[in-house]
């Protein structure tokens, strides 16, 4: 079965801890976001990225393929009273104006893309000196960890390599591709930060979380999920007892510029 997200819309909503405010802080301290920017977000999945944009004031647009994933945002951003141009589109060929924008956003979904694809029509879609950030906010795997044995019950269920993606963050939140991919189609002025943010999780939501995932809500089929979250219930019980948990998470960052 294909990845689609749009199968994890609910837990993708209510469970998945989108980017830190210390991410925006800092976007907004290196004067990448500021009050009345043109922001595009691609692969806004439920709008985490837009919805922070948007209440800093900045006018925000947001893309992405599945149709159920955008629902979820748009009722998201009006329980905010935000105002976001949610569409459907891709990333690859988004149908919109040459130059209508000062920055493009990719966050948790710059993987998905043909990226090089992706990265000249970013270049096309942003006007001189405007900025691509892509970001990533990734849990760690660390030795004896909530994750580390998360991801062992994953591997039973639904082995990485299903996915036919690498795993380009090599397990430690950091992409060295992605600079590549940037400079490769015009990019300049390359700049990049990453911090660790621990978040925490109920145990309720750290199992909804990862029915959220790509390898078990958006791939297996319903029984299978359903088996995979009550083995990890057990897990959970067994193991790691404290409610809530504290999940190691690292935010990472580039920023590039159109010439």
């Known amino acids: 079965m294909p990845v689609d997200f749009g199968r994890t819309s609910s837990d993708y909503a209510k469970y998945r801890a989108g980017f830190p405010d210390a991410f925006f802080t800092r976007l ?25 944009l948007a209440r800093r004031g900045m006018d925000v647009t947001a893309l992405d393929v599945s149709a159920p994933q955008l629902d979820a945002a748009r009722q998201l951003a009006r329980d905010e009273g935000l105002t976001v141009d949610f569409r459907v589109g891709s990333a690859e060929e988004t149908g919109l104006p040459s130059g209508s924008f000062d920055r493009v956003f990719a966050g948790q979904c710059w993987h998905w893309f043909k990226r090089d694809v992706a990265a ?6 942003l006007r001189p000196g405007g900025q691509l950030i892509i970001a990533c906010f990734d849990w760690l ?5 909530v994750v580390e044995a998360t991801e062992a019950l994953m591997e039973g269920f639904s082995p990485r390599d299903h996915l036919n ?14 600079f590549r991919d940037v400079s490769l189609a015009g990019f300049q002025s390359v ?36 088996r995979f979250d009550a083995a990890l219930g057990a897990l959970l019980a067994e193991r790691f007892p404290v409610d809530p948990l504290s999940v190691p998470h690292r935010v990472f960052a580039l920023v590039a510029e159109r010439p």
Do not use: M
């Not at 000249?120 to 879609?125: A, N, P, Q, S």
């Open 141 to 145: 795997s660390l030795p004896g960890n």
């Open 28 to 52: 907004e301290k290196d004067g990448v976001s500021r009050p009345g920017l043109r922001a595009l977000d691609l692969g806004t999945g439920t709008g985490t990225i837009a919805r922070g």
């Open 165 to 178: 993606i690498d795993r380009f963050g090599h397990g430690v939140g950091v992409y060295p591709e992605w």
């Open 120 to 125: 000249r029509e970013v270049l096309r879609l």
């Open 191 to 226: 700049t990049s930060f990453t911090f660790d943010s621990p978040t925490p999780y109920t145990h309720v939501g750290w199992r909804g979380r990862i029915r959220a995932n790509a390898r078990i809500g958006a791939l297996l089929p319903p029984a299978e999920v359903a």
